[in-house]
């Protein structure tokens, strides 16, 4: 037994010596693959583990690398190779703070900025004993600032802006020995502005704006700052005066109070600041005058003391700057602007509008600077206008409503290429207008309505190809209206009311196919009506008013797909009321004092129209209508003058005319059917069908569809039709109007946006973006059909009587499915997509109230302009939902839709439009939000539909939301995905949340991996 045993082992002995020999190598070749990596790339990937890199971008952090100098984000020092900066903002990377970053020992250079950095800030922190700059803002940290973040020996910059930072600034903050940077901006940090932020004597930048500070006066142990560079205190809720100890930050340059509940006068020490650039001091509530002493602050480039209460006159001492901007609008000030304005060379900005200011321009201004914006309206200045205002060639808004001057339109004013609007409505002026006033290239708005111009339009009219909008109403204009009017294809409104025009309507208007009101009654305009009204598609009034004209009324006005506003009377027209007027979708009809005869048609037959048709003794009506008289009796009156004979004659002469004109005319349309039908089929044999998805219908059900009783919208693009197919399906198919011009070479420009529409929706599957099913082209003709929306736009049933259909949790669904598809557009194309007309008509809603982002008919890829911001052109986007930057420098980026959306989100909690009358003059949803809370407080903000709906908490916390991405500066808007998930935040802990099921996030709200795509 023994001997078998052994012999059993001595053969197994060869097969151990095997195993043992691979498996030492194994052990050999591991350790010496760790052994090759440094101590320090250890600890990065170790502060790799702890997150989560969901777009690879640490994919290169190899642990098979002998040096990690050559990773993403890794500096190191020349000499010793150590690692000496991690810099890995904007990566996406997700997860709490890396504290392993901590035990490199020679970092000095650390920025997380704009991921989502999540959890609290530790305290140990503090062992980062090497870093100068440490930069964490635009993430998710949470909880209070730790205090150990003072024990960082060499820390000089310290950025933890836009964050969700809770309590009260640190009292450990007072020890940071050499700290010049301190930015906490945009937190949630909600105890009053300590006094002990004054001993950190090394700080250049103290920047703490929108932050929810208990009220509390601003320290006057700022003032131990003497090195403060600057100061930045925006929306931090300071009460009481300005201290004067703000006098001793003498290297000051930028001094930013503004949005506060300051009082009291300004401190005249503040004259004392000589190297100070910008004063922001505005939505205040200071007093008194503007300090005299203020003359000696000859670095000043911009002083706004914007919408206060600020009384008395302007001081000489103020207007002897050399100022580049002085804005005093909205406040009491009396007397007259002081003559030393005038020789501010610098002069660029100078708004005074809404005070009681009074008496004569100086004539020089303008002479020395290079005047840009000048608005004086609503106050009483008097005298001529200055004749130099234009002098340095940059003049683009001269607005001056409102006032008393007089004299005539200086002849310098037409040679002021650079204006862009001009608005001198109300005031006393007289004389002919300079001859090339009328044709100032770039002016969109020209307003003089209110004055006492004589003469007449000037054929250099034709010269203002940019003109949009031409007001000039209430003034002694005469002669016929020049036919260059035709070739302004930009006008949209033409006010010629209240003015002495003659001759015929100029027919080179009914081409201006942008043209929506047209009012000229009041003149004495004359001969007949024209009959050809293709290109009015969007005229929405007119007005021909108390004129001269004759003829019958053309039953082609009821085409007119736009028309709600029509007034005929006091003219000389003759004739019938035509049956077509019934197609109109009017809200206002006169046609009184005319000289019109026979039946009214059915629809007017109404006590709605009583008043449309008084002064025409021949109308009568065919109904039992008291307010006109009967065609029956009128008829019986005039058939006992007839004779018998006379009567059997017409009626067999009428019959047979009947009898042929019946047959012509059914022959006629029997062969125009015909001929109708085969057009049809050669037509529908040259159209191309372009699919994005998988179709169960071809291009002939479409084009089936294209029937006006189909239509559901009609719109500046085109028109939109419902089409139910065979297979029981319904889509939308928009029909783009074809305004398409030739270029130079031949190829086209202007396309309604069907490329725009098609480069974006064509390659985009998202379920919070409207699905495009596919486009037909012919020709100029060009079809795009969507998925149908059954519930319209938001716009369309949140400010209709419908709007009480839409509850709380109805809307808050809504404003985050669009957020989602927002957001998809700005973070998950490849490019980002900027939408560019974010409103609320462009969101649609679905059966189930879902919404979708809808019309890129705008939308622009971004970088397709280059690095940077992309600059368009020209404005796109809605009045009312436009960002301020976008409209002053046509430069568009994601903070635009951001800016848009924010409007968006305010409607959904206001219930109003974001441009309405109530709001006055300059004025839009923001501003009336911003005023209304802080004067009334937030029950006169939230729509009085839904205060009592128990949703008050979850309302404010969206109108929240709604400020912030409306806020003034972009860069303190947050990104879109920020806005999804603040949105989403709001009611995590409901389980009552629309967009939750049983108390967890519904995975409609989550993004599919399937949905993501790329734009190019």
């Given at each position: ?692 998805h998988k179709l169960g219908f071809s291009e002939y059900e479409i084009l089936d569809s294209l029937d006006e009783d189909n239509v559901i919208g009609s719109g500046g693009a085109g028109k939109v039709y419902k089409a139910v197919l065979n297979n029981g399906e319904t889509v939308a198919v928009k029909r783009l109007w074809a305004t398409s011009t030739k270029m130079e070479n031949n190829h086209s420009k202007g396309d309604n946006g069907f490329e725009a529409e098609v480069a974006t929706l064509g390659k985009i599957r998202h379920r919070n973006i409207v699905k495009l099913w596919c486009c037909c082209t012919h020709r100029d003709c060009k079809l795009l059909v969507y998925e149908y929306m059954p519930n319209g736009s938001l716009g369309d049933f949140l400010h209709s009587s419908k709007a009480g259909l839409l509850d709380w949790p109805t809307r808050y669904k809504i404003a985050v499915d669009a957020a989602e598809g927002l957001s998809y557009l700005h973070h998950d194309c490849v490019p980002p997509i900027i939408h560019r007309d974010v409103k609320s008509n462009n969101i649609l809603l679905d059966a189930e109230f879902g919404a979708r982002v809808a019309d890129f008919g705008v939308a622009k890829i971004q970088g397709t302009y280059g690095k940077g911001h992309d600059s368009m052109s020209a404005i796109a986007g809605s009045l009312g939902y436009i960002a301020p930057e976008y409209a002053y420098t046509l430069r568009v980026n994601e903070k635009s839709d951001i800016y848009s959306f924010g409007v968006v989100i305010l409607e959904l909690v206001t219930g109003k439009r974001p441009v309405e009358a109530e709001y006055g003059e300059s004025k839009h949803l923001v501003k009336w939000v911003s005023t209304t809370l802080e004067e009334k407080g937030v029950d006169h903000v939230l729509d009085p539909r839904l205060v009592n709906s128990g949703f008050k908490e979850e309302m404010c916390k969206v109108l929240n939301v709604g400020r912030l991405c409306t806020s ?49």
């Open positions: 037994m023994a001997a078998a045993q052994a012999a059993r082992a001595a053969s197994l002995l060869p097969f151990c010596r095997l195993f043992f020999f691979f498996l030492f190598s194994y052990l050999c070749f591991s350790s010496s693959a760790v052994r090759s990596l440094s101590q320090e790339g250890l600890f990065l990937l170790a502060a790799k583990r702890g997150l989560s890199d969901t777009d690879g971008v640490l994919s290169n952090w190899n642990p098979r690398d002998d040096n990690p100098c050559g990773w993403k984000g890794i500096l190191c020092d020349n000499s010793s190779g150590a690692v000496v900066s991690v810099d890995l903002s904007n990566t996406n990377i997700i997860g709490p703070f890396p504290l392993a970053l901590c035990r490199l020992s020679r970092l000095s250079f650390l920025s997380l900025a704009n991921n989502n950095v999540n959890s609290t800030l530790p305290s140990g922190i503090s062992s980062c004993k090497a870093l100068a700059h440490l930069d964490l803002s635009s993430n998710l940290l949470v909880g209070t600032l730790p205090e150990t973040l003072a024990d960082l020996p060499l820390l000089q910059h310290l950025d933890l802006s836009s964050n969700n930072f809770t309590g009260a600034i640190p009292a450990s903050f007072a020890r940071f020995p050499s700290l010049q940077v301190l930015t906490l901006t945009a937190n949630l940090l909600n105890e009053t502005v300590p006094a002990f932020l004054g001993r950190i004597l090394t700080l250049q930048q103290l920047n703490l704006a929108y932050n929810p500070f208990a009220g509390g006066r601003l320290p006057p142990e700022i003032g131990n700052l003497t090195s403060l560079q600057n100061l930045w205190l925006s929306f931090c809720n300071l009460v009481g005066e300005i201290p004067d100890s703000v006098s001793k930050l003498g290297n000051l340059t930028n001094l930013d109070l503004s949005n506060n509940r300051l009082v009291g006068p300004i401190p005249p020490s503040i004259t004392s600041l000589r190297k100070v650039v910008q004063i922001e001091l505005f939505n205040n509530s200071l007093s008194g005058e503007i300090p005299s002493g203020m003359d000696a602050m000859v670095s000043l480039l911009r002083f706004d003391a914007s919408t206060n209460n600020l009384t008395g006159s302007i001081p000489v001492e103020l207007c002897r700057l050399n100022l580049e901007s002085l804005n005093l609008y909205e406040n009491h000030l009396t007397g007259g602007l002081p003559p030393e304005i005038a020789n501010s060379t610098q002069l660029v900005e100078l708004k005074l509008f809404n005070n009681m200011l009074s008496g004569v321009l100086p004539p020089d201004l303008g002479k020395n600077s290079r005047l840009m914006m000048l608005d004086l309206s609503y106050n009483r200045f008097s005298g001529e206008l200055p004749a130099h205002l234009c002098t340095g060639k940059s003049l683009t808004d001269m607005v001056l409503l409102d006032n008393a001057f007089s004299g005539p339109i200086p002849a310098s004013y037409g040679e002021c290429s650079s204006l862009n609007r001009v608005r001198l409505r109300s005031n006393s002026l007289s004389g002919v207008v300079p001859p090339a006033f009328w044709g100032l290239p770039h002016v969109s708005l020209l307003e003089l309505a209110g004055n006492r111009l004589t003469g007449s339009i000037s054929p250099f009219i034709r010269n203002a190809g940019n003109l949009s909008q031409l007001i000039v109403s209430g003034n002694s204009f005469s002669g016929e209206i020049p036919a260059e009017v035709g070739q302004l294809h930009n006008l949209v409104d033409f006010h010629g009311d209240g003015n002495a025009f003659t001759g015929a309507l100029p027919r080179g208007l009914l081409g201006l196919s942008l043209l929506a009101k047209l009012d000229l009654q009041g003149n004495r305009i004359s001969g007949k009506l024209p009959n050809d009204f293709r290109s009015w598609k969007q005229l929405s009034e007119l007005n021909l008013a108390n004129n001269q004209l004759d003829g019958s009324i053309p039953p082609q006005l009821g085409s007119l797909p736009a028309l709600n506003y029509l007034d005929l009377s006091g003219n000389l027209l003759t004739g019938s009321v035509p049956l077509a007027l019934q197609e109109l979708k009017l809200n206002s009809l006169n046609l009184s004092n005319n000289h019109l005869s026979g039946s009214l048609p059915p629809l007017f037959n109404n006590r709605i129209y009583e008043r449309s048709f008084l002064g025409n003794p021949d109308l009568c009506s065919n109904a039992d209508a008291s307010f006109m008289q009967s065609c029956i009796r009128l008829q019986e009156d005039r058939a006992k003058h007839r004779a018998l004979a006379w009567l059997l004659r017409s009626v067999f002469v009428l019959t047979g005319v009947i009898l042929v004109l019946g047959i012509a005319l059914f022959y006629w349309r029997y062969r125009s059917f015909k001929r109708s039908e085969k057009r049809k089929a050669a037509d529908k044999s040259r159209w191309t069908l372009t699919s994005f003034p500066l972009p860069i303190n808007r947050p990104t879109m995905r920020r806005v999804v998930k603040l949105l989403l935040e709001i009611c995590s802990d409901d389980k009552n949340n629309p967009v939750k099921k049983d108390g967890k996030l519904s995975p409609y709200y989550y993004e599919d991996a399937s949905d993501h795509g790329s734009a190019a």
